[in-house]
């Protein structure tokens, strides 16, 4: 069966953060990404090519702040992307696992795109910035992403000591599990419900 590539293209603006994302999920890992925030940028880049996501992003935010706007901004438009994206989930896998080692870290990744949007973020004591980057604003990112795709999503690292390869971890994991989440069964030609909806 043919179908439409399944992508997407999300603009928000308002008084604090201008963002445009465009997002083909049967692509080839190739990111396109500023958001300011030099660290996200790299972790958004690894996301994209481990989860072999298409991705073209441009943030202003005001960063003059902080980056908690552009970041939890991001991830609300990367979330509508994905869901326009995924149109009517037809045919999707749904679930995905990874488990992926960084060095001495860990970083375990589960999720359902089950339009019932829920995180669970397990992250051990990290350093408070990497670069300019705030970590602590990583759960605030996957939590917009996850309200407005419609995912569930659950992010474990058991252990890990350096709050680069920690993180690294968890994105290159989080993509790697979307990817899982995003393909498409053969056998499948309805939603994969046992409801009929997700």
Same mark, same amino acid.
């Given at each position: 069966?043919d179908?439409?590539?399944?992508q997407?293209m999300?603009e ?16 080839t ?5 500023? *958001?300011?925030? /030099?660290?996200f940028d ?7 090519v481990?989860?072999?996501? #298409?991705? *073209? ?8 702040? #902080? ?5 939890? #901004? ?19 896998q ?6 992926? /080692?960084?060095?001495?870290?860990l970083?375990?990744?589960?999720? #359902? ?10 992250? /051990? ?8 980057f705030? *970590? ?11 309200h407005?795709?419609?995912?569930t999503l659950?992010i ?7 709050t680069?390869?920690?993180?690294e ?14 393909a498409?069964? /053969? ?12």
């Open positions: 069966m179908r439409k590539p399944r997407a999300v928000r603006k308002t008084q604090e953060t201008a963002i445009a994302v465009k997002i083909l999920l049967d692509g890992g190739t990111a396109e990404v500023d *958001t300011g925030l /030099p660290f790299h972790m958004l880049t690894l996301w994209a481990h989860g072999l996501f #298409d991705i *073209t992003l441009r943030a202003q935010g005001d960063l003059d702040v #902080d980056g908690h706007h552009t970041v939890e #901004d991001v991830g609300i438009c990367l979330g509508q992307a994905l869901s326009k994206a995924l149109g009517d989930r037809k045919g999707l749904r679930y995905g696992t990874a488990c992926v /080692p960084m060095d001495e870290a970083a375990q990744v589960s999720l #359902d795109l089950s339009n019932r949007p829920y995180l669970v973020c397990r992250l /051990p004591a990290m350093a408070e910035r990497v670069g300019t705030e *970590t602590e604003l990583v759960p605030e990112f996957f939590r917009a992403l996850c407005h795709g419609g995912l659950h474990a690292v058991p252990y890990g000591d350096n680069h390869h920690i993180l971890a968890v994105f290159k994991a989080f993509g790697r599990a979307l990817d899982e989440a995003t498409l069964d /053969p056998r499948r030609l309805t939603v994969p419900s046992s409801k009929g909806v997700l």
